[in-house]
Each structure stands twice: as C-alpha cells, then as structure tokens.
Nanobody, 120 residues
Framework: VQLQAYGGGLVQAGGSLRLSCAAS????????MGWFRQTPGKEREFVAA????????TYADSVEGRFTISRDNAKNTVSLQMNSLKPEDTAVYYC??????????????WGQGTQVTVSS
C-alpha cells in the first residue's frame, strides 16, 4: 500500500487543522492506520491509531481529547482532526498502515510526512 499525507500547514495556537492520508493499493480496509509525528533530533512518536473497521481508536495522552482519528474505507482515506493546537504539536506528521496490528514504529508502510507548525 502507498500512502500520501496532506493537509499540514501553519496555524496559530488554539486553532485547528485536518490532516488526511490517501492510500492506494488493494485491501486498504483490512489495514489498521495510524499517525505518528517527529521533530528534529527526537524519535518519531505515536499520535493516534484506528483499527481496520474504525471501531477501535487509541491516542497518545498528549493529544487525547484534542485530536480525532477517523477513516473512510470507501474513499481509502484516514484523517486526523486536530483541535486546540499547541506549539508543542509542531512536527512532521506521518501516516502509517499495518495489516497485522495497530501501527507501531515497526510498521512497514509510511507516507512521506506533512509539516504542521503551530505558532504561539
């Protein structure tokens, strides 16, 4: 599966952004999907994940209650709605797919990343 993330940009603290990830390839609806983020000099960190059916979601503590992950299997997309953004949310955001489990850093499929910058 190939992943293309988009929707990043510059936003003021307290604002919102919606990231999307378009997947190509077969069997998208059998993959769990997720979002990770990375800042320079730091390890890529987990943000949110959603099961193949969309029934199960999980979030990092730092974004719980502010971010919402969703998917549209008919359109082969997964989205991350980010509200109440903080400067510490600034990072490159990556989408990822995993056919076997909720995504981890070991997942095989990654998009190219989209920059999110939150100004104070």
């Amino acid at each position: 599966v190939q992943l293309q993330a988009y929707g990043g940009g510059l936003v003021q603290a307290g604002g919102s952004l919606r990231l999307s990830c378009a997947a190509s390839g077969r069997a998208f609806n059998s993959y769990a999907m997720g979002w990770f983020r990375q800042t320079p000099g730091k390890e890529r960190e987990f943000v949110a994940a959603i099961s193949w059916s969309g029934v199960s979601t999980t979030y990092a503590d730092s974004v719980e209650g502010r971010f919402t992950i969703s998917r549209d299997n008919a359109k082969n997309t997964v989205s991350l709605q980010m509200n109440s953004l903080k400067p510490e949310d600034t990072a490159v955001y990556y989408c990822t797919a995993d056919p076997n489990r909720m995504p981890t850093l070991r997942s095989d499929f990654w998009g190219q990343g989209t920059q999110v910058t939150v100004s104070s």
